[in-house]
């Protein structure tokens, strides 16, 4: 890294490179496994810094969890411009996912970041809350273009939209683990061609 690299580094507000080295080592390594100490070496800011901008390392968690999901929300945003009507609207969740499973990880797609956090987080933990929020917005995102596809069907639509969500799913699931995006790719195809059912 160069000179002008480290200090423009620098220049960056803390927070932000405080969520941005936390995004890194949570999703490589796992929320628990990833410690203070770790995050504000790879920000490259002091200990206290972290205090100043978050009040404990639950917050910094949820911090975290809200960037994934605006991270989420902005691929789908992207997609959503270049759908044409609300079937390539359903589609665009499913592309929006497939966006964030072709970043260039550290150590390779692991599958839904907010569902990996979550896994680790007790029961009550609020992060839980941020994550199932996210998932429920998905499956609605999901039943309103299928209410705009089926305006006289929309109990069908409703049903149809959690079918495609667990579909989205288990496609991240299996991809998580087999450390790639075929497996959303494939369940996007399975997506089309059910909507192509309806």
């Not at 790879?42 to 911090?63: H, I, P, Q, T, W």
């Not at 999901?69 to 497939?98: I, K």
């Not at 680790?120 to 998905?138: I, S």
């Amino acid at each position: 890294m160069s000179e002008t690299d480290v200090s423009a580094g620098r220049r960056r507000p803390a927070r932000k490179r405080l969520l941005e080295a936390a995004a890194r080592r949570f999703y490589a390594d796992g929320v628990a496994a990833t410690g203070i100490d770790t995050i504000t070496a790879e920000a490259g800011v002091a200990k206290m810094s972290l205090y100043n901008n978050f009040a404990s390392k639950a917050d910094l968690v949820r911090a975290y969890l809200d960037a994934r999901h605006q991270e989420w929300l902005g691929l789908y945003r992207a997609r959503l411009e270049q759908a044409d009507g609300p079937r390539e609207g359903v589609l665009a969740v499913f592309d929006a996912y497939s966006d964030h499973a072709a970043f260039a990880y550290e150590h390779g797609f692991r599958g839904c970041g907010l569902l990996n956090a979550a896994a680790e987080l007790p029961a009550e933990d609020e992060g839980r809350a941020v994550v199932r929020a996210h998932k429920e917005e998905v499956e609605r995102l999901i039943a309103g273009h299928l209410e705009q596809l089926l305006p006289s069907r929309i109990n069908e639509a409703r049903v149809v939209a959690e079918h495609l969500s667990f579909l989205l799913e288990g496609a991240m699931a299996r991809a998580g683990l087999e450390g790639d995006g075929e497996r959303v790719a494939h369940a996007r195809s399975m997506a089309a061609a059910l909507l192509d059912q309806l």
